[in-house]
């Protein structure tokens, strides 16, 4: 079955504390997306990876292929920074085609 | 670039009705994918449509369909309305639908069925 899973569901910090989100998935995929929802729905892609790791601002995200697990890292958190995360993988679905398999989210609460 | 519309935004409606929402994708992007945002089942694909046709489907029943114009602009219909149709219905483009592209989300269009 393909499977997304993330942890933790909830997660609440300081501001300027370090922040670690991770996402482990059933099968091998080609790439992983984050995206970032905020309050009102509205949905971001941060980014997409298939290997390594990638930075964007004080965002931080890693891919294990092999170990089928991924990090998304906030540094210095703010308030702002305050969403819903998810992972979403891409699933072959028959043929050429794939669907994406979304994580359950992980609600970040960060307080001043 | 405008980014991807989505209208209406916000709908009610009664069970038994049908509902169609559209989505605008970035220009230039042929990929639309619909997904459906429910509480209890998280973000799940709905379908995706490539020039004009639907290539993927997701597991949901037939009164859920869609259509993709000439101009890539898509429409989602909900026929039969139920309770369990409430949801924010997101659609998202990519300039080819691989998963090794980035997808561009909309706002949402907020169903609600009563």
């Known amino acids: 079955k393909n499977e997304v899973e993330q942890s933790p569901q909830n997660l609440t910090a300081q501001e300027g504390e370090f922040i670690t989100i991770n996402c482990s998935y059933s099968?091998?995929?080609?790439?992983l997306h984050w995206l970032q929802q905020h309050p009102g729905g509205g949905i971001v892609s941060l980014f997409m990876?298939?290997?390594g790791k990638k930075k964007h601002g004080r965002l931080i995200a890693t891919i294990n292929i092999q170990e089928k697990h991924s990090s998304l890292h906030i540094t210095a958190s703010h308030p702002r920074d305050s969403a819903v995360y998810i992972c979403?993988?891409?699933?072959?679905?028959?043929?050429?085609?794939?669907?994406?398999?979304f994580g359950k989210g992980t609600l970040l609460t960060v307080n001043p | 670039k405008a980014g991807v519309t989505q209208t209406p935004r916000y709908l009610i409606k009664t069970r038994g009705q049908q509902v169609t929402l559209s989505c605008s994708p970035i220009?230039?992007?042929?990929?639309v994918s619909w997904y459906q945002q429910t509480p209890g089942q998280g973000l799940q694909f709905l379908f995706e449509?490539?020039?004009?046709?639907?290539?993927n489907k997701g597991n949901f029943p037939g009164r859920f369909s869609g259509r993709q114009f000439s101009n890539s602009r898509s429409e989602m219909n909900v026929s039969t309305l139920e309770l369990g149709d409430s949801a924010l219905y997101l659609c998202?483009?990519?300039?080819?639908?691989?998963?090794?592209?980035?997808?561009?989300f909309g706002p949402g269009t907020r169903l609600t069925v009563t």
């Open positions: 998202a483009s990519s300039l080819n639908g691989r998963v090794d592209y980035e997808q561009y």
């Open positions: 099968v091998g995929i080609s790439a």
């Open positions: 990876l298939s290997s």
């Open positions: 979403a993988a891409p699933f072959p679905s028959g043929g050429s085609n794939y669907k994406l398999t």
């Open positions: 220009s230039g992007h042929r990929s």
């Open positions: 449509y490539f020039s004009e046709t639907q290539r």
